[in-house]
T-cell receptor
């Protein structure tokens, strides 16, 4: 597609439920990144994919968080047994491999755990 | 862990004023990028600087990469209300893979 697409744009879930967030990157972008952003704050790195592999998953905050990428394209971030502290905007970005290519971000998924 | 510190954290100015935002680190970066983010949207890339001492101009915005590639600045001349947003710097480390490290951001508000 023309840009990075994320769905849903908003998600309200009850504490303890599982959620899946989807990211559809720009066609041809081999690198895909997930970040988390709390209100008005900077970006917290979660995980990075190169193709279908995740060479850097050091930012996942706990084992409740997991992500996969299939076909070198769509990625899904799954949060199990959601907690209130998981509430944030989850941003996905894609880029061509290597530097100095910049990231193209989606508009994010705003997750609210009640 | 490589950290990028941005200052100021918040900046509120009148239309027509000039401003400078700073991005500092104790680490060396192979390149540094600046993004602007508006409410409800993802960050949008403004510029990439790769050479120590490099200066890039984008209309009223001037970006500078420090000689030692540890810091950067963004200067806006004659700010406009449309410049309002969260400005983020992001550095690419020299020694590891292609993951960017982002600063905490500078929230700029330009008042009419």
């Amino acid at each position: 597609g023309a840009g990075v697409s994320q769905s849903p744009s908003n998600k309200v879930t009850e504490k303890g439920k599982d959620v899946e967030l989807r990211c559809d990157p720009i066609s041809g972008h081999t690198a895909l990144y997930w970040y988390r952003q709390s209100l008005g704050q900077g970006l917290e790195f979660l995980i990075y994919f190169q193709g279908n592999s995740a060479p850097d998953k050091s930012g996942l905050p706990s084992d409740r968080f997991s992500a996969e990428r299939t076909g070198g394209s769509v990625s899904t971030l799954t949060i199990q047994r959601t907690q209130q502290e998981d509430s944030a905007v989850y941003l996905c970005a894609s880029s061509l491999a290597g530097f100095p290519y910049g990231y193209t971000f989606g508009s994010g998924t705003r997750l609210t755990v009640v | 862990t490589q950290l990028l510190e941005q200052s100021p954290q918040f900046l509120s100015i009148q239309e027509g004023e000039n401003l400078t935002v700073y991005c500092n680190s104790s680490s060396v970066f192979s390149s540094l990028q600046w993004y602007r983010q508006e409410p409800g949207e993802g960050p949008v890339l403004l510029v990439t600087v790769v050479t120590g001492g490099e200066v890039k101009k984008l209309k009223r915005l001037t970006f500078q990469f420090g000689d030692a590639r540890k810091d950067s600045s963004l200067h806006i001349t004659a700010a406009q209300t449309g410049d309002t947003g969260l400005y983020l710097c992001a550095g690419a480390p020299e020694t590891s893979g292609s993951r960017l490290t982002f600063g905490e951001g500078t929230q700029l508000t330009v008042n009419p």
